[in-house]
């Protein structure tokens, strides 16, 4: 009996190479291995992926079971018929995790990285007939959120809205939206508003009307590290910055989803804009929005 998991980042997936003293090919396999007796096969997935490849796993709760039956096999010097289960689990790892790197010295493994998918797939990487099998029934998780966003516009110096930039950890790093985040099971929205432009932009915001209701679909790496078909319905809030006076934005939440913070010039969001700032298509359906509200 052994457990693997199926650990996938965009288009590459993680790897163990077998040792020279399991094959002298290489080959390459799911990290994983052997369930000790009375362990949780959850367990042992999280276990044996620390020790071939350095990395901290989380797994799913959802298997799927190969059998894989060698009648004339060789197995530690004798001929056997061995018989295995193999348990496969959907697992990731953070998406800021180092390289990874095998732990275990002397083991079934030698390597531990992560490969093109496409190679893999196409047999251009020499792989054990487990890995095709548990990647052609790998279904991508799917997962859909309802989030509170803001629109908050200064008028002094220039006209200026308040957008966040996306961290490694977030949805397309590097890209700058609109302030908010996930509405929590029971939470109302404008509470959600509330907490999240705390926790983003360190401000405390009056919400007002909604100006529209935004859609967002995409795959990628959850801030789990986990590849989903992600599917974000957005609730957008008009707002405004509570109290007088210059207030400088700044990121309360470490180590988050949210890398940076600031008042950024709307001239800077026009097409053909001499400096322009990469936003999501969403934002500027929201601020189109904003414009007809205020308009």
Same mark, same amino acid.
Request: proline share 7%; charged share 25%; glycine share 10%.
């Given at each position: 009996?052994?457990?693997?998991?199926?650990?996938?980042?965009?288009?590459?997936?993680?790897?163990?190479?077998?040792?020279?003293?399991?094959?002298?090919?290489?080959?390459?396999?799911?990290?994983?291995?052997?369930?000790?007796? /009375?362990?949780?096969?959850?367990?042992?997935?999280?276990?044996?992926?620390?020790?071939?490849?350095?990395?901290?796993?989380?797994?799913?709760?959802?298997?799927?079971? @190969?059998?894989?039956?060698?009648?004339?096999?060789?197995?530690?010097?004798?001929?056997?018929?061995? @018989?295995? *289960?193999?348990?496969?689990?959907?697992?990731?790892?953070?998406?800021?995790?180092?390289?990874?790197?095998?732990?275990?010295?002397?083991?079934?493994?030698?390597?531990?990285?992560?490969?093109? *998918?496409? #190679?893999?797939?196409?047999?251009?990487?020499?792989?054990?007939?487990?890995?095709?099998?548990?990647?052609?029934?790998?279904?991508?998780?799917?997962?859909?959120?309802?989030? #509170?966003?803001?629109?908050?516009?200064?008028?002094?110096?220039?006209?200026?809205?308040?957008?966040?930039?996306?961290?490694?950890?977030?949805?397309?790093?590097?890209?700058?939206?609109?302030?908010?985040?996930?509405? %929590? @099971?029971?939470?109302?929205?404008?509470?959600?508003?509330?907490? %999240?432009?705390?926790?983003?932009?360190?401000?405390?915001?009056?919400?007002?009307?909604?100006?529209?209701?935004?859609?967002?679909?995409?795959? /990628?790496?959850?801030?789990?590290?986990?590849?989903?078909?992600?599917?974000?319905?957005?609730?957008?809030?008009?707002?405004?910055?509570?109290?007088?006076?210059?207030?400088?934005?700044?990121?309360?939440?470490?180590?988050?989803?949210?890398?940076?913070?600031?008042?950024?010039?709307?001239?800077?969001?026009?097409?053909?804009?001499?400096?322009?700032? %990469?936003?999501?298509?969403?934002?500027?359906?929201?601020?189109?929005?904003?414009?007809?509200?205020?308009?």
């Amino acid at each position: 009996m052994a457990a693997y998991a199926v650990i996938l980042r965009g288009d590459l997936v993680l790897l163990s190479r077998l040792s020279d003293r399991i094959t002298r090919h290489e080959l390459w396999t799911l990290p994983g291995g052997g369930v000790d007796h /009375g362990e949780d096969p959850r367990d042992a997935v999280v276990r044996e992926v620390e020790e071939e490849t350095g990395l901290s796993a989380t797994v799913g709760s959802t298997v799927r079971v @190969h059998s894989f039956h060698q009648a004339d096999a060789w197995r530690r010097g004798r001929r056997v018929d061995a @018989h295995a *289960l193999r348990l496969v689990y959907e697992g990731w790892v953070p998406p800021d995790s180092p390289a990874p790197q095998t732990q275990e010295v002397g083991g079934s493994t030698m390597e531990a990285a992560w490969l093109p *998918l496409p #190679a893999v797939l196409d047999g251009t990487v020499p792989t054990t007939s487990l890995v095709k099998e548990a990647l052609a029934e790998a279904v991508l998780a799917r997962k859909q959120r309802v989030a #509170a966003y803001a629109v908050v516009v200064r008028e002094q110096p220039e006209p200026a809205v308040l957008l966040v930039q996306s961290s490694a950890r977030g949805p397309h790093p590097g890209s700058w939206l609109l302030p908010g985040g996930g509405v %929590e @099971h029971g939470e109302e929205p404008r509470d959600a508003v509330l907490r %999240e432009l705390r926790e983003e932009t360190g401000l405390d915001v009056a919400p007002g009307a909604v100006l529209d209701v935004v859609s967002s679909h995409f795959t /990628g790496t959850a801030p789990s590290g986990r590849h989903e078909d992600f599917h974000s319905l957005g609730l957008v809030f008009s707002a405004t910055v509570a109290g007088a006076g210059d207030v400088d934005p700044r990121v309360e939440e470490v180590d988050g989803t949210t890398a940076a913070v600031a008042w950024v010039p709307l001239a800077r969001l026009e097409p053909g804009a001499a400096d322009p700032v %990469e936003v999501r298509p969403w934002v500027r359906e929201a601020l189109d929005a904003w414009r007809r509200h205020t308009s």
